[in-house]
């Protein structure tokens, strides 16, 4: 099958480096400068003590080609832009996506858009350490579930690209998965930010624990889940990537938009009921936010 990735952070890449022994993949990047480091030297994933390196075809996202399958790995923030640019007039408009971002902003303007749209959940744990190495620390799973199209070819595809290196499994509730991934992203992502550390502290450090299990109680009460569970979760997947920052913690290192609008800002807008914890800390990393631009701006 031909896979066309978008979106060449570490999760694109890892995506592509798992796949590529099965399929031609190709990898569409925002900067040509990546697309050459790319194109020269492969991805290499290091895992453990071993290096792998996965010959791959890289190109700009401007250059989009026709594939059988888009698997859309940019940041919440990115994708609206992208599927407004021109280019997606260019390729078949009934070609499958699967999008592969946190938060849940972006359901609703995939919703009324009329091509095969899969949205997936990723677990496992992963780190870019340049442009063209990655370093694999945790292996999960990518949980999937159908928004629309066709049901058979959508279970035809997921069959094709699941594999041992890559398992996929299929949900049938996408709001309860989505809410799931959710709950965790406001936990570990909001004060892994917040205190500048990376996701194992949140069990490893017995302040920002204590603050992890508060927090843990107000969203499990929130969301509808039950406390001990998510608590369980937020464990397990912390310990699997003890020495990853979350995607929130490197965007704000970077400079970059970061999804705290659709992760934090979306559990403040679930419901009426009280979140005190919850808007602290999306209140304190919004003025760090702030205070970095101002220190820029100066």
Known sequence: MNIGIIGAGSVGLLIASLLHDSHKVTVFTK??????????????????????????HAKTIADLTKQDLYIICVKQPQLEKLLCHEVWHTVHSYTPILCVQNGMSHIEQLQSRERPTYIGVFEHGVRRTSDYEIEY?????????????????????????????????????????????????????????????????????????RMALMLTEEIATVLGFEQPALWNKVNRIAWQTKTNESSMLQDYKNGNE??????????????????????????AIKARIKEREFKNET
């Not at 659709?262 to 209140?283: D, R």
């Open 258 to 283: 970061t999804e705290i609008e659709s992760i934090l800002g979306y559990v403040l807008k679930y419901n009426n009921q009280s979140k005190p914890y919850t808007m602290f800390l999306y209140e």
């Open 137 to 209: 620390n945790g292996k999960g799973l990518l949980r999937v579930s159908r928004l629309s199209g066709d049901e058979a070819e959508y279970q035809r595809m997921m069959k094709e690209i699941d594999n041992d290196r890559f398992p996929i499994e299929l949900e049938h509730d996408m709001m309860e998965m989505l809410l799931q991934k959710l709950a965790v992203n406001a936990i570990i992502n909001s004060l892994t930010t917040l205190f500048m550390v990376p996701n194992g502290q949140i069990i490893e450090n017995p302040n920002i624990k």
């Open 31 to 56: 900067r040509n400068e990546q697309k050459h480091q790319l194109n020269h030297n492969g991805i290499h994933m290091h895992e453990e003590k071993s290096i792998y390196i996965s010959s791959i």
